[in-house]
């Protein structure tokens, strides 16, 4: 199995899962007025639905754990600025998740300040001039907020093929 397909296949039970709990809600009690939907065998019905829940989890938590195990495992490489950088699946969501954006968030942060050239006046009346002095390669600051910017999309596509191609490790 791929990891895109076990990706699916956890959505798919996630929604069965939820259709027997919501069957469970709706036929769990009823009145002595009442009819069971499913006669006799209404307490039945609950408990195998119950089981088939626990069931359920059972291979959900059993996938993420495939699918966990596989994102550990597997190295991926992707180009970022005109160079291959390898880290795991795993590494990589991470990257995805928040860590692109703060790296792009530091660089954000190196700015003129809205500080200016000009001149003033000092205490003694004579004229001084000041120039914004630059702590960082503005150049250099450009490049990487471009390339923080983009990381997020290379991952998405690179992500896309690499959970399309590969299998999930057996557990």
Known sequence: MKIIEGMKQIKDLTRK?????KKVQK??????LDNPEYGDAQQTRINGWIQAH?????EIRQLRYRIQMTNC????SIELGGKTVTMSIAE???RRRDLAAM???MWDQLTDRNLQDGAFKNQAGDLVEVKVVR??????RDEMRELFASEPMAIDARLEVVNA???LVKT
């Open 103 to 105: 790296e792009k968030s």
């Open 165 to 167: 191609v590969t299998d």
């Open 73 to 76: 495992s597997v190295d991926v």
């Open 17 to 21: 899962a939820e259709d027997l709990r």
């Open 135 to 140: 702590h960082y390669n503005p150049d250099q």
């Open 92 to 94: 990589w969501i991470h």
């Open 27 to 32: 036929h769990h009690a009823t009145t002595t």
């Open 54 to 58: 626990s069931d359920i989890l059972k």
